[in-house]
């Protein structure tokens, strides 16, 4: 059985190439592309939900239950990074690309620190899985999905993304080594009004 990883839908903030704050709501074209991801997360059959209860996140995780019937649990180890004062600025005005960053912003989190954080994240996700008989869901933000992927599992014949898309869907086996089947997918997106532009950033 599996680990289902699903990112957030898309924020207005998202758009803009911004640091975003803990309360940024999911924009429009996220709360569609969380409805499409609902229904194909349903596909799975999963047994629980494990969220951040940032909003954006949460709100993609109560459409995966409104097709599952499961409800929600959160847990703050699955927030993004926090970056501090750099939050609600465009990442073109602090020079700085977060999919990068290595260091500590001001008054913000480290990469040390956030990274020990996703491992205890992930941990978690495992002894939770562990205990179900059947996928976890667990929906988070695209820089914690991406360090899961970068420290704790093993890609395979996979690539790793330059950035995890909104809504985008990664299977991870849920025993040693936590091998990856299924990377970063939108395919529940294809041929949608909100299907993702590639060259866009990832912005948490």
């Known amino acids: 059985m599996s680990i289902i990883l699903v990112r957030h839908g ?3 903030l998202n758009a803009a190439r911004a640091f975003q704050p803990f309360n940024t709501e999911l924009g429009p074209r996220g709360l569609e592309q969380a409805r499409l991801a609902a229904y194909r997360i349903a596909e799975y059959a999963p047994v629980a939900i494990l969220a951040s209860d940032m909003p954006r996140a949460y709100k993609t995780a109560q459409h995966i239950a409104e097709q599952t019937g499961l409800t929600p649990s959160t847990t703050p180890l699955l927030h993004e990074r926090n970056f501090g004062d750099w939050r609600g600025q465009s990442h073109a005005s602090i ?19 956030f990274q020990k ?8 996700a495992i002894g939770l899985r562990a205990k179900l008989n059947g996928p976890l869901v667990v929906v988070s933000h695209g820089l914690v999905i991406q360090t899961i992927l970068q420290t704790c599992v093993q890609l395979g014949l996979h690539t790793m993304p330059e950035r995890i898309a909104n809504t985008s869907v990664t299977v991870i086996d849920a025993s ?5 089947s299924e990377l970063n997918c939108t395919r529940h997106l294809d041929g949608s009004d909100v299907a993702e532009d590639p060259k866009s950033l990832s912005g948490g």
Do not use: H, I, K
Request: hydrophobic fraction near 35%.
């Open 117 to 124: 954080r996703v491992a205890e994240a992930f941990a978690l």
């Open 10 to 12: 898309e924020t207005l």
């Open 95 to 113: 020079g700085v690309d977060p999919n990068t960053f290595v260091g500590t912003p001001p008054g913000g989190e480290s990469t040390e620190t």
């Open 176 to 180: 040693a080594p936590y091998s990856v």
